[in-house]
């Protein structure tokens, strides 16, 4: 799987004073988009709606509201 691009604004741009360890949003190669945030699966699991589940190899991905706001404008419907 390959990155294709980053979707929003850099760490460096949303003021992260250590560029290597915060939340990012990238859109790979197919389409799909890959998630770097904190691993919250442990807390938030049993909160789920009954609608809602995890498979053994997905995680529950926190990130911050700034983040994804940050990455509004650059993702498209199409």
């Known amino acids: 799987m390959e990155f294709v691009r980053r979707i929003g604004k850099s760490p460096s741009e949303r003021g992260s004073l250590n560029n ?3 939340p990012d949003i990238f859109e790979l190669i197919d389409g799909s988009f890959a998630v770097i945030g904190t691993d919250r699966t442990a807390e938030l699991s049993a909160g789920l709606p ?3 589940g995890l498979a053994d190899y997905e ?3 926190v990130i911050t509201r700034e983040t994804l706001v940050a990455a509004r404008s650059d993702i498209s419907v199409n």
């Open 50 to 52: 009954s609608d809602a």
């Open 59 to 61: 995680r529950i991905v």
């Open 20 to 22: 290597a360890t915060c």
